[in-house]
């Protein structure tokens, strides 16, 4: 019986894009987003961050009135009466300051769930897969990549590397062809910009990546979550860093596997687009089939379509999520353990 929807498993997928085809086919890349965080644990979801923020009470009001989780989509409701204030002169001070309080808050939100370094234990399989990529996209801001990086020894020999030279940013820093590029599209967690505005990257030293969060204050974590696509691109553009990431996201021409992203077109349309001005490339999309019917995994693999449009539907693939070691089942018991016992 094949699986639902039609999915393929990741392996299947994996033949067609890291076969030789010898015409100097690279390697593909790969996108991840939040869903790679949920895969770990339930916790990384808009409703349960949302349940850990500590929001005032219009914050709150906004949340309930809307009717969501979804921080971004409240983010993007706020933009927009930030712009019509703005086209009729009028005070938006109130509204500004709701807008970064909310956007401020899912940081933290994240950083209150977060597991801590030694609780977690990554699925050891991607020890193996994320070196095998081009270049790897995060639009994640929790820890749990870069952990998994450090802990399933992908550093050694330059496997996998940051653009970072020490702790600071670095458009030069000289790599082998080999080596799998790793950049944090909108920022995460443990970069954060030095007086100088230069982007640097926190080190655990004495203290956990957490405990120096609680110590320096969220507010100086690096990050991108505007509500709306334009806002983000316009945070993007101000940050040397985020921009050297952002510019070799639309120069990629590898193909392409999307993991853990639904591309909203209303938030992520900075990512369509530059994903989309290579469409001749394969693009291998990673479906979620938890709780979900047939008429549902179709549903979204005909959303995913339409967004990719001009790609050719030949080119687009879809696979089971789980089936990938991101999304492996069992690295949430360490996770759910910690935050179960969590006094804090």
Known sequence: MGRLGGLLEWEMVKETLFQDDGVGRGKPSILIGNGAS??????????????????SAVAQKLFDEIGTSDFELVLNRL?????????HGLDGTAITGT????????????????????????????????????????????????????????IRDQKIIDMFQGMQFDRAREFSDESTRLMYLHGALHLFLNSQGICCKRRTHDLSLLEQLDVNGVARVHFVSEGTSARKMAKIRSSDYLSYC????????NDIVIYGHSLSVDSD??????????????????IHTGGKEEADVLTEK???LAKLGGVDEERVVFFDSSTHPLGFPGQDTPFDAHIEGDDQ
């Not at 952002?246 to 021409?253: A, G, I, R, S, V």
């Not at 990512?271 to 693009?283: G, K, N, Q, S, V």
């Open 99 to 154: 807008y970064e309080e909310i956007r401020e808050s899912l940081v933290d939100a994240v950083r209150e769930v977060h597991i801590r370094n030694d609780s977690y234990c990554p699925e050891t399989a991607l020890g193996d897969e994320l070196p095998s990529y081009s270049t790897i996209y995060s639009t994640n801001y929790d820890l749990l990549l870069y952990w998994a990086i450090m802990k399933l020894d992908c």
């Open 79 to 87: 933009g927009t009466a930030i712009q019509v204030n703005e086209l």
């Open 269 to 286: 349309k900075h990512i369509l687009d530059a994903l989309l001005r290579h469409p001749e490339r394969m693009f291998a999309v990673a």
């Open 302 to 304: 005909r959303g995913f």
């Open 246 to 253: 952002y510019e070799h996201l639309q120069n990629d021409k």
């Open 38 to 55: 949920v895969a770990v644990s339930d916790t990384f979801r808009y409703e349960a961050l949302k349940d850990r923020a500590d929001f």
